[in-house]
């Protein structure tokens, strides 16, 4: 399926105190691009994502305006419930989103609160941790799996809600080499639209052909992940470095 699955336009905001996030946001990813959003801390990035499931916006406190839309359904408070099902949020902490006993509880939670019961929720559970290979570890307490493995589960507490978008915060964040080659494995594989925040430029050179680059609540490039990394005064401008020797121009893109 093609055609827009995020589309956002002219999005400004304000927190409740009178802080100014967003300035004028503008953007669309199509179905199954995987997108990733740059730029330095306080950019905005945080504050944008939190709008395209409703988390913020002029919906949930603070001041603002524009237009979001996933899957082409416009965000209103009456379709908050339909566009929660749509993007899934993974959030930097996995241990924000596992609370129950075993890794199956956790992930059975939020399709078991769509009413799925019986061989329907079992199998959903099962397929979402298949997809990030935590299958054999569906009995074990999270708190019992290493830091890597609870960001994998925490991933499939989202896909097994089978998400037209999934959005993710800092997704390499903490891993060491081996997991994080393993989760880009991972959501590489996923047949889904992916918004990902990351201050981990090969990481986004890796998974996402296209970039946005956020700064001062606004987006300032977007591009091709490649040209814009290679940008050295755009990089210089907005406060983001390679890591040292890291040629982004030597590095292999995703294949798509
Ligand atoms: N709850 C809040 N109340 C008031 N201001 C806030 C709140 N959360 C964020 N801000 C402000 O909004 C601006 C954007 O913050 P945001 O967290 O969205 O940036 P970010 O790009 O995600 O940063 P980081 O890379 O550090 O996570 C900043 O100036 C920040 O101080």
Redesign the pocket.
């Known amino acids: 399926m093609s055609g827009p699955s995020i589309h956002v336009e002219r999005l400004v905001f304000a ?8 300035f004028g946001v503008d953007f669309t990813v199509q179905r199954g691009e995987r997108v990733a ?1 740059l ?12 709008h395209l499931n409703g988390i913020l916006g002029s919906v949930a406190g ?1 001041t603002g305006s524009g237009r979001i839309q996933v899957g082409g359904t416009d965000l209103h408070r009456e379709h908050l419930p339909a566009i929660r099902r749509k993007v899934g949020l993974v959030f ?1 902490d996995p241990d924000d989103q596992l609370f129950m006993p075993t890794v199956r509880d956790d992930v059975a939670f939020g399709p078991a609160n769509l009413g799925l019961r019986g061989a329907e929720l079992r199998d959903r559970v099962h397929e979402a941790l298949v997809q990030v290979g935590m299958q054999d570890h569906a009995d074990v307490a999270p708190h019992h799996l290493s830091f890597g493995q609870r960001r994998r589960v925490a991933v499939a507490t989202v896909l097994a809600m089978r998400p037209e978008v999934l959005v993710l ?2 997704p390499s964040s903490n891993l060491d080499p081996a997991s994080r080659r393993e989760l880009a494995d991972i959501l590489s594989g996923l047949d889904v639209t992916l918004l990902m ?1 990351t ?1 981990d430029l090969p990481y986004a050179l890796q998974l996402c052909e296209r970039s946005l680059l ?1 700064d001062d ?1 606004r987006i300032v490039a977007d591009g091709k992940t490649r040209d814009l990394l290679a940008d050295q005064a755009l990089m210089a401008a907005h406060r983001l470095e390679l890591p040292y020797g890291f040629d982004p121009l030597s590095v292999p893109g995703p294949e798509r």
Do not use: S
């Open positions: 927190y409740p105190d009178g802080r100014q996030a967003l959003l730029g330095p801390n306080g950019a905005g990035k945080t504050t944008l994502v939190l603070g930097q915060d800092e925040i201050h956020m609540g």
